[in-house]
């Protein structure tokens, strides 16, 4: 029942096998130029929400607001990411057009032209809507933003925030596996068992999405031939398709690709306290 009204969890762009191939290289180049010190990473991402209703249907209440930030900030503090928002700029617009936007829609286009709420280059724009067609949400990546900053940010399916009506997915775990996509992760079974699949080390390959809660001691599940003896299927990563209440886990090996991507990509999200050194460590960042 639940598969059926929800089928896909994500609607993000897939990269292309030679897109990866590019993305890949670039990751190399920057990491052997950069001096970014462990210690550096520590950055607090300004949130902005931006709620789109059809009259009542799609509010989101202050506490789901809060409690969404709260499931985002224990998800991703082994990356030393932390997120905020500020109650008085919060955004509602009440638009039955805007409320069904699809993905890659000119719907979804004139909504965030008009509504953006700040730079993408110094934010994060969290869109929330009722996009249809089984759709949990979707994101831009990283490198994305330089040519169409307009369209930056994530879309969610509002039953999606903490509280909301889409079970099993109501937990806000949604939003962690979009803000890793706006944070230039890709799904650990991205190009199935073909390589490089996800371009990250430590998340083994597997030939497409795990649903539900996978049982843990029913591995390897569907990880891929090539996978050596006692590798496990990631079925408790974020950029998996589990439930939300299976999913826990970003790989060392992620945590690594997100520091890459924001500084190729995303370092004006650096905060006043860390940029000179920052900055500094990222002069070396490429272009897509
Ligand atoms: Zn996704």
Same mark, same amino acid.
Request: net charge negative; proline share 6%; hydrophobic share 35%.
């Given at each position: ?20 191939? *590019? ?11 950069? *001096? ?9 991402? !300004? ?64 909504? !965030? ?8 280059? !110094? ?89 539900? !809660? ?60 860390? *940029? ?13």
């Amino acid at each position: 029942m639940t598969e059926a009204l929800y089928g896909r969890r994500c609607a993000t762009h897939e990269l292309s096998t030679g897109d990866l191939a *590019r993305m890949s290289a670039l990751e190399d180049s920057f990491r052997a130029a950069s *001096r970014m010190e462990s210690s550096l990473r520590a950055l607090c991402i !300004k949130t902005h929400f931006i709620h789109v209703t059809d009259g009542a249907q799609g509010r989101i209440s202050q506490t789901q607001r809060e409690d969404q930030i709260a499931v985002l900030n224990a998800a991703y503090a082994p990356t030393g990411i932390s997120f905020a928002y500020d109650e008085d700029m919060v955004v509602e617009v009440d638009n039955p057009d805007f409320y069904r936007m699809g993905h890659g829609s000119l719907r979804e286009r004139n909504c !965030k032209t008009l509504h953006q709420v700040d730079d993408p280059q !110094k934010c994060l724009n969290f869109y929330t809507a009722a996009p249809g067609g089984g759709l949990l949400g979707w994101a831009t990546f990283p490198y994305m933003m330089e040519g169409d900053p307009a369209m930056d940010g994530v879309v969610m399916l509002d039953g999606t925030l903490p509280g909301g009506t889409a079970a099993p997915y109501n937990l806000g775990a949604t939003a962690v596996h979009e803000v890793g996509h706006w944070l230039g992760l890709y799904h650990t079974f991205q190009g199935g068992c073909v390589p490089p699949g996800d371009d990250v080390a430590d998340t083994p390959a597997h030939s497409g999405p795990n649903y539900g !809660k996978p049982s843990d001691s029913d591995q390897p599940h569907n990880l891929c031939p090539t996978a050596p003896a006692g590798v496990l299927c990631p079925i408790h990563n974020y950029m998996n398709y589990v439930d939300d209440d299976w999913m826990n886990e970003f790989t060392e090996g992620q945590i690594e690709r997100i520091w890459a991507q924001i500084g190729m990509f995303r370092s004006g999200l650096l905060t006043a306290d860390n *940029r000179g050194e920052a900055e500094a460590a990222f002069a070396s960042a490429v272009s897509w």
